[in-house]
């Protein structure tokens, strides 16, 4: 995997993923009070930490991918507050700094797979033609 260029190394990796369970525990758990949200039904899908791990781009989901931009747009202004509950989870010497991003992986997936579908059926109303035709 890279990362602007640069291969990822095993401590962003390690960072990332400690990040990213420690802030799935939080939103289980609810811990982190945001007005208006409850933090059960987001998904933190992966974590990318920066080469410096002074900054973590937190890639989440909501269920079922309803109201996902306001959902997206209540963390990224409560990202201070969930940095600061973070902070009693995780001993780091500087905690980074939290950016949420929709993940759009899922969607993609889906879009490929339909693509894939769509050409293997058009393959196969070809072959139907050719043998009706024999």
């Given at each position: 995997m890279k990362h602007l260029g640069?291969?990822?190394?095993?401590?962003?990796?390690?960072?990332?993923?400690?990040?990213?369970?420690?802030?799935?525990?939080?939103?289980?758990?609810?811990?982190?009070?945001?007005?208006?949200?409850?933090?059960?039904?987001?998904?933190?899908?992966?974590?990318?930490?920066?080469?410096d791990l002074k900054t973590a781009k937190i890639f989440v989901m909501p269920l079922g991918g309803k109201n996902s931009e306001e959902i997206l747009e209540k963390l990224k202004i409560s990202s201070f507050m969930i940095r600061k509950v973070l902070s009693k989870k995780i001993i780091?010497?500087?905690?980074?700094?939290?950016?949420?991003?929709?993940?759009?992986?899922?969607?993609?997936?889906e879009k490929i797979e339909n693509?894939?579908?769509?050409?293997?059926?058009?393959?196969?109303e070809r072959k139907s033609k050719r043998t009706s035709n024999s």
């Open positions: 640069k291969p990822v190394t095993q401590r962003q990796l390690r960072v990332g993923e400690m990040i990213k369970q420690a802030l799935g525990t939080l939103f289980i758990r609810d811990e982190v009070k945001i007005l208006n949200l409850s933090t059960r039904e987001i998904t933190v899908t992966e974590v990318r930490m920066s080469t780091m010497k500087f905690l980074p700094k939290l950016f949420f991003v929709k993940d759009d992986s899922f969607e993609y997936a693509l894939i579908k769509q050409t293997n059926k058009g393959k196969n």
